[in-house]
T-cell receptor, first 115, second 111 residues
C-alpha cells in the first residue's frame, strides 16, 4: 500500500505570494492532519480534516487554510507569505478519527522557502 | 503547550537497551501516551501507545507507572538507525488527529 504522498517536495516563493500544498493520504484513510515544523518552534499542529470537514484547528493566523476533497485528498493554502512561513509542512493521515487506535502516518513533507 | 517533559538528549551504546523517560504529571484519565520518532529529514513515525498497561510491539516496549504520571519507552537493542528525535505525546481518543509535539529527546546511538 502506498504511503502518504505530498507534492511538491520543495518550493521557493517570495514574500506576499500565496502557495498551495497537496497531500494524498493512504488509501482508505479519511483523516488528514497538517503540521508545520521549524527549527525555532518545532512541530506545530495546523489543522485536521475528516470527511471534508475541519475537525480541529491549531493556533495559526487565518492566512493558513485547508480543505479536503471527497476522495480524502487535502490541500493547504498559505496566503500573503511571510519569511517566517519558511518551514517543513507535514501531512499525516489516519484510518479513522474515532476510537482508541489513531496512529498517524506522516508523509515526507514539503519544504517551503520564502525569500 | 506540550503536557510532557522529556530530557533534551540521551546517548546509548549500539546493542544496548535505550530507556527514554517522559513525565506527564497532569495526564487526564482519558489520555493515551503516544510515542513517535523522527529520523532526520523524514516525517515522524509512530512507535507505540498505551493507556495504563504496559505495551510491547516489534519496535519497542512502553512502561507506564501505576499513577500514570510518567512513562518509559524502551528500545531493547538499539541500532545506529534508531538515532532520532523521540516524542512523547498525550492525546485523548476524542481529540482526533491532533498531536501536540514537545521538544522531544534526541537519542544518539553510538557504535
Amino acid at each position: 500500500k502506498a504511503g502518504v504522498t505530498q507534492t511538491p517536495r520543495y518550493l521557493i516563493k517570495t514574500r506576499g505570494q500565496q502557495v498551495t500544498l497537496s497531500c494524498s493520504p493512504i488509501s482508505g484513510h479519511r483523516s488528514v492532519s497538517w503540521y508545520q515544523q521549524t527549527p525555532g518552534q518545532g512541530l506545530q499542529f495546523l489543522f485536521e480534516y475528516f470527511s471534508e470537514t475541519q475537525r480541529n484547528k491549531g493556533n495559526f493566523p487565518g492566512r493558513f487554510s485547508g480543505r479536503q476533497f471527497s476522495n480524502s485528498r487535502s490541500e493547504m493554502n498559505v496566503s500573503t507569505l511571510e519569511l517566517g512561513d519558511s518551514a517543513l509542512y507535514l501531512c499525516a493521515s489516519s484510518l479513522s478519527p474515532a476510537g482508541e487506535y489513531r496512529e498517524q502516518f506522516f508523509g515526507p513533507g514539503t519544504r517551503l522557502t520564502v525569500l | 503547550d506540550a503536557k510532557t517533559t522529556q530530557p533534551p538528549s540521551m546517548d546509548c551504546a549500539e546493542g544496548r537497551a535505550a530507556n527514554l523517560p517522559c513525565n506527564h504529571s497532569t495526564i487526564s484519565g482519558n489520555e493515551y501516551v503516544y510515542w513517535y520518532r523522527q529520523i532526520h529529514s523524514q516525517g515522524p513515525q509512530y512507535i507505540i501507545h498505551g493507556l495504563k498497561n504496559n505495551e510491547t510491539n516489534e519496535m519497542a516496549s512502553l512502561i507506564i507507572t501505576e499513577d500514570r504520571k510518567s512513562s518509559t519507552l524502551i528500545l531493547p537493542h538499539a541500532t545506529l538507525r534508531d538515532t532520532a528525535v523521540y516524542y512523547c505525546i498525550l492525546s485523548s481518543s476524542g481529540n482526533t488527529g491532533k498531536l501536540i509535539f514537545g521538544q522531544g529527546t534526541t537519542l544518539q546511538v553510538k557504535p
